[in-house]
């Protein structure tokens, strides 16, 4: 009978991996329940010279504008937040 020997070094490793997964997945929920939550109407768009709308039409202020596209923006790292957790917790194929 082998007993297999763990190094404390390599233990903290895997433990520090798993928890920046979650605080990257909890940040990357944190960002879409925050947009869907003050954008329910969203995409907001120029409707107008200085107006802008959202998707049925109500009016929105050019700092709701700004607000939407600094959200919308985050939302585009979300591929590579998905990659990274995927990444740290150690991707396993499936064979078939």
């Given at each position: 009978?082998?007993?297999?020997?763990?190094?404390?070094?390599?233990?903290?490793?895997?433990?520090?991996?798993?928890?920046?997964?979650?605080?990257?997945?909890?940040?990357?929920?944190?960002?879409?329940?925050?947009?869907?939550?003050?954008?329910?109407?969203?995409?907001?768009?120029?409707?107008?010279?200085?107006?802008?709308?959202?998707?049925?039409?109500?009016?929105?202020?050019?700092?709701?504008?700004?607000?939407?596209?600094?959200?919308?923006?985050?939302?585009?790292?979300?591929?590579?937040?998905?990659?990274?957790?995927?990444?740290?917790?150690?991707?396993?194929?499936?064979?078939t």
């Amino acid at each position: 009978m082998q007993f297999r020997y763990s190094d404390p070094e390599t233990i903290r490793f895997g433990q520090a991996r798993k928890i920046l997964a979650y605080f990257i997945g909890s940040l990357m929920l944190g960002v879409f329940a925050y947009g869907l939550l003050m954008f329910p109407d969203n995409p907001i768009h120029p409707c107008k010279e200085h107006v802008y709308c959202g998707k049925q039409g109500q009016p929105h202020s050019q700092s709701e504008f700004d607000a939407f596209s600094r959200w919308d923006a985050a939302m585009g790292w979300w591929p590579l937040g998905i990659v990274a957790i995927a990444l740290l917790r150690g991707v396993k194929r499936v064979r078939t």
